[in-house]
């Protein structure tokens, strides 16, 4: 199926080849926190972002993950990040992007089932 979504101004706006996942996911570390998101997971070549007239991102610790968000209205997009294996690692050049699910059209992340990440104490 093709999702679509978009920020609240539609500075930027997603297309994804891809389903919704069964469970989104919710990451407890310092910044998912306060950033609120709800994360739906894809590879790179699932997801376009159609106009992103809006885009900025923010890193922060190791500099590995760009979160990106929209500079007009602030909503979190989604974040491109290494595709960490659960035993934390990585071969080095495989992506994962995270998009924030409560951008998706017609689709109530909030009414969604959440798996919790524990990052507040993995990373
Ligand atoms: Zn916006």
């Known amino acids: 199926m093709t ?3 978009s920020c609240h101004c539609g500075k930027t706006a997603f297309r994804i ?3 919704i996942p069964a ?7 310092s910044f998912c926190a306060k950033r609120g998101a709800l994360y739906a997971y894809y590879a790179p070549e699932q997801v376009e972002v159609t106009t992103p007239d809006g885009d ?3 890193r922060w610790q190791s500099n ?8 007009v209205c602030g909503n979190a997009t989604y974040s491109d990040s290494p595709a960490f294996e659960m035993d934390g ?5 495989t992506r994962r992007i ?15 089932p959440v798996t919790v990440i524990d990052g507040k104490n993995l990373w």
């Open 3 to 5: 999702i679509t979504g």
């Open 17 to 19: 080849n891809g389903e």
């Open 23 to 29: 469970q989104l996911t919710r990451c407890t570390c």
């Open 56 to 58: 900025a991102l923010y």
């Open 64 to 71: 590995m993950v760009a979160h990106h968000f929209c500079q």
């Open 89 to 93: 690692k990585w071969d080095g050049k």
């Open 98 to 112: 995270a998009v924030n699910a409560r951008l998706f059209d017609e689709f109530d992340a909030a009414e969604a």
